[in-house]
C-alpha cells in the first residue's frame, strides 16, 4: 500500500516561493497536489503522470508553479514561484497506481495528509 508524506509547506511572503516534496513508499503511477482553503472546497493544483510525459495545472497557478518527479527517489515535487496570498492553503499529495487521471479528484487513491502553507500579503 503506498503511503505519502508531505514536507516543505510554511510561512512565506507574497511574492516568495517554497517548493513542496511528497515522498512515497512503494510503487506509484501518476501523482499530483490538491489544496484546500479553509471554508473552500479542495480543488486541483497540478498532476503528473507516470512516465513524465503528461502533466496538468490548473489554471491558476499556470506559469506559477511547476510539478516534477524524481523517479530514483520516488518523490515527487510542487515548486511555487510567485506566491500570492490566495494560494494560502492545505496542500495534499496524492497518487494513483495505474491510468493518468490528471485533475480527476476522484481518481486518485491514495492521499497525503497534507502540509499548510501560508502566505502573508
Known amino acids: 500500500q503506498v503511503q505519502l508524506v508531505e514536507s516543505g509547506g510554511g510561512l512565506v511572503q507574497a511574492g516568495g516561493s517554497l517548493r513542496l516534496s511528497c515522498a512515497a513508499s512503494g510503487l506509484s503511477g501518476s501523482m499530483g497536489w490538491f489544496r484546500q482553503a479553509q471554508g473552500k472546497e479542495r480543488e486541483f493544483v497540478a498532476a503528473i503522470s507516470r512516465s513524465d510525459d503528461n502533466t496538468d495545472y490548473a489554471n491558476s497557478v499556470k506559469g506559477r508553479f511547476t510539478i516534477s518527479r524524481d523517479k530514483a527517489k520516488n518523490t515527487v515535487y510542487l515548486q511555487m514561484n510567485s506566491l500570492k496570498y490566495e494560494d494560502t492553503a492545505v496542500y495534499y499529495c496524492?497518487?494513483?497506481?495505474?491510468?493518468?487521471?490528471?485533475?480527476?479528484?476522484?481518481?486518485?487513491?491514495?492521499w497525503g495528509r497534507g502540509t499548510q502553507v501560508t502566505v502573508s500579503s
Open positions: 496524492v497518487a494513483k497506481t495505474g491510468g493518468y487521471v490528471g485533475s480527476l479528484r476522484d481518481g486518485y487513491d491514495r
